[in-house]
């Protein structure tokens, strides 16, 4: 079946380093992918999305990148900030299917001070 | 702002009991949904409504029970709670297209069947 899924499970930076998070995808007709940031005992809060025509897209502080090629999507995080400490899904809305996500699992990314 | 309000935020409940999780947001948004969150497994979707008066079943459907009598509320139901449903229950809302995948989650209800 289809799925989302991360390649590391645990990531540990130093402060004011950047951080990448990888994703890897497999269904192909998803139409945007999108980047949750979970805090501890909170709720997940929307980061960034990126429609499927496009390889790339900055926010602040964030970069997400989509290489369709290979299926693969990866979140970089400038300058990490112990406040970047949490836990990041990546997620996929299949074409046509409102807003039901499909979650992967799920990365910690702990910052060293 | 409260956005999305969930209750309880935490509840210990006895095997076969019944119990209901609230929801409630104060966006308008018109798709409310549903999902667990169990370590090891992410999000999964139980039940969605993309409007007030409908709703549909999501991936982990079985044991569960929604309704969405108004814009507002979205209640989950266990009308029989069993210890697999032991887990984090995370209600979310969505406004208007396009569907861009940007969900306004709440706090999280902790449930745990004994």
């Known amino acids: 079946g289809e799925s989302v899924g991360l390649h590391l499970p645990t990531l540990s930076v130093q402060e004011g380093d950047n951080s990448i998070i990888n994703c890897a995808y497999s269904?192909?007709?998803?139409?945007?992918f999108i980047w949750y940031k979970q805090e501890s005992g909170k709720g997940p809060q929307f980061i960034i999305d990126i429609r499927s025509n496009m390889d790339k897209r900055q926010g602040q502080r964030v970069t997400v990148l989509l290489n369709k090629t290979v299926k693969h999507l990866s979140l970089q995080i400038a300058a990490t900030q112990p406040g970047d400490s949490a836990v990041y899904f990546c997620a996929e809305n299949p074409h046509d299917a409102g807003n039901m996500l499909t979650f992967g699992g799920g990365t910690r990314l702990m910052v060293k001070p | 702002i409260a956005g999305i309000t969930q209750a309880p935020t935490s509840q210990i409940l006895a095997a076969g009991r019944r119990m209901t999780l609230r929801c409630t947001q104060d966006m308008r948004h018109n798709a409310m949904y549903w999902y667990r969150q169990d370590l090891g497994l992410g999000l999964r979707l139980i039940h969605y409504?993309?409007?007030?008066?409908?709703?549909g079943k999501g991936e982990v459907p079985d044991g569960y029970s929604v309704s969405r009598a108004n814009t507002d509320d979205f209640p989950l139901t266990l009308a029989s709670a069993v210890p697999s449903q032991t887990s984090v229950y995370f209600c979310?809302?969505?406004?208007?297209?396009?569907?861009?995948?940007?969900?306004?989650f709440g706090e999280g209800s902790r449930l745990t069947v004994l």
């Open positions: 409504s993309n409007t007030a008066g409908t709703t």
């Open positions: 269904n192909s007709a998803s139409d945007y």
């Open positions: 979310a809302s969505s406004g208007a297209p396009p569907n861009t995948g940007e969900l306004f």
